[in-house]
T-cell receptor, first 113, second 115 residues
């Protein structure tokens, strides 16, 4: 089955700096790659996603890039703010829609004021 | 819309006891999922249901059973709880066949402790 590895497991950045989280996947048939944010004690929520026919997608301060050849994708957060502190999960799916997402193990991002 | 709701929020069980976690969604979604979340392990899929009347195993199904009661409700049952099942359980739903809308919506979670 699919295997998703995520790095780093923890990341601390100064407020205003950029943060980058990286994931690799094993199944070349994977075609959908979402990122979820989970604040402490809360439920995971989708923040951005990308399909395999797109190399990059941006939404305000958040961007995701995908390299299908290398089988890796990354989350970029620019101009970080204290409210960006959370755990971020990447995921991959080989299904037609988004059934059976395989999640990475998460990155705890801390923004230092 | 309440979105995805789960009951109970917290539960403590003794080893060997059974219980059912309830999940309901009011978004008319076809697909529903049960995940467990353990520290350092991310979210792991236990079971999912692509539509009413169908269920499939995920990554970690052993020790669990599910029922897709109708389109709204998807329950998770622990027949004989074990300490290894101590975890936070999340239910989620999605409508993957709705064009462009692949987001999974999660419930608030159930924190289960098995002693």
């Amino acid at each position: 089955g699919e295997n998703v590895e995520q790095h780093p497991s923890t990341l601390s950045v100064q407020e205003g700096d950029s943060a980058v989280i990286k994931c690799t996947y094993s199944d070349s048939a994977s075609n959908y790659f979402p990122w979820y944010k989970q604040e402490l004690g809360k439920r995971p929520q989708l923040i951005i996603d990308i399909r395999s026919n797109v190399g990059e997608k941006k939404d305000q301060r958040i961007a995701v890039t995908l390299n299908k050849t290398a089988k890796h994708f990354s989350l970029h957060i620019t101009e970080t703010q204290p409210e960006d502190s959370a755990v971020y999960f990447c995921a991959a799916s080989t299904a037609r829609g988004n059934e059976k997402l395989t999640f990475g193990t998460g990155t705890r991002l801390t923004i230092i004021p | 819309n309440a979105g995805v709701t789960q009951t109970p929020k917290f539960q403590v069980l003794k080893t060997g006891q059974s219980m059912t976690l309830q999940c309901a969604q009011d978004m008319n979604h076809n697909s529903m999922y049960w995940y467990r979340q353990d520290p350092g392990m991310g979210l792991r899929l236990i079971y999912y249901s692509a539509s009413e009347g169908t269920t499939d195993k995920g990554e970690v199904p052993n020790g669990y059973n599910v029922s897709r009661l109708n389109k709204r409700e998807f329950s998770l049952r622990l027949e004989s709880a074990a300490p290894s099942q101590t975890s936070v359980y999340f239910c989620a739903s999605s409508d993957p066949h709705s064009r462009g809308r692949y987001e999974q919506y999660f419930g608030p979670g159930t924190r289960l402790t098995v002693t």
